[in-house]
């Protein structure tokens, strides 16, 4: 039919099974370390990504390269589309290396759903400003 396939990501996102394990007794390091080694598995596993938080999302990007996918969740936005506070932004999870963000509540919630859509695009404009990435990086074909 000359479709694509679709991208098949992995959830890195440990929280919970962090959690159960420490119920259990396990100690297999930090939750940072077992996102990192999960994400590695499903790279490994050829995977075409995960769906991970902000604060992994670089260690991720360090152990699976660029061309893994990354889906970044936990983008908060205050109501009338600006940064909650004490959250991380779109521009710091691009600049993190996130290929694609999740953003719910707030664009549900948004009283100005253009001014937020907006925000979000200047938030991730200023994060690819700042990135370390090479531009022409966030284009790439991947593999069909």
Known sequence: EGLRRPYILAVAI????SRAGQARGESNGSSHDQVCWHAR????????????SVAQTAAVRATCGRRFTIVTSGINLAPGGVL???SPG????VRAGADYLIVGGALWE????GR????LAEEM?????????????FFSDRPH
Do not use: I, K, W, Y
């Not at 440990?14 to 099974?17: C, D, G, N």
């Not at 937020?116 to 925000?119: K, V």
């Not at 404009?125 to 990086?137: A, F, H, I, V």
């Open 41 to 52: 598995q499903a790279a490994d596993a050829s995977l075409d990504g995960v769906l991970t």
């Open 14 to 17: 440990m929280t919970v099974l």
């Open 110 to 113: 948004a009283p100005d759903l």
């Open 90 to 93: 779109p521009a710091q999870a």
């Open 125 to 137: 404009e200023r994060g690819l400003r700042s990135s370390p990435r090479n531009p022409l990086e």
């Open 84 to 86: 909650d506070p004490g």
């Open 116 to 119: 937020t859509l907006g925000f």
